[in-house]
Nanobody, 114 residues
Framework: QVQLVESGGGLVQPGGSLRLSCATSGFTFTSYYMRWYRQAPGKERELVAGITTSGSTTYANSVKGRFTISRDNAKNTLYLQMNSLKPEDTAVYYC????????WGQGTQVTVSS
């Protein structure tokens, strides 16, 4: 079964950085497009970034230039490096993959506050 486990969230001050990880299993990681989503309280879940099997990346305008999505195919792990964090980045961050059906991780909380 597809399993996605996010980690790395926490509390940081505005301007700080975090690196989120998504450990995956149950599918051939190298063969699938991977995504990071986030959901803030009272808001819809939104796509943050995506990465192709070959490493090409796409970002939401709100995070472009600050966040970097990457993948380590040898470790079956997806990453999201978040720099210059803003309070509006506060959300639960989820990794996502579609293997016949959409699969979601449990999410990891990111809180940006002074």
């Amino acid at each position: 079964q597809v399993q996605l486990v996010e980690s790395g969230g926490g509390l940081v001050q505005p301007g700080g950085s975090l690196r989120l990880s998504c450990a995956t299993s149950g599918f051939t990681f190298t063969s699938y497009y991977m995504r990071w989503y986030r959901q803030a309280p009272g808001k819809e879940r939104e796509l943050v970034a995506g990465i192709t099997t070959s490493g090409s990346t796409t970002y939401a305008n709100s995070v472009k230039g600050r966040f970097t999505i990457s993948r380590d195919n040898a470790k079956n792990t997806l990453y999201l490096q978040m720099n210059s964090l803003k309070p509006e980045d506060t959300a639960v961050y989820y990794c996502n993959v579609i293997v016949r059906r959409v699969s979601w991780g449990q999410g990891t909380q990111v809180t940006v506050s002074s």
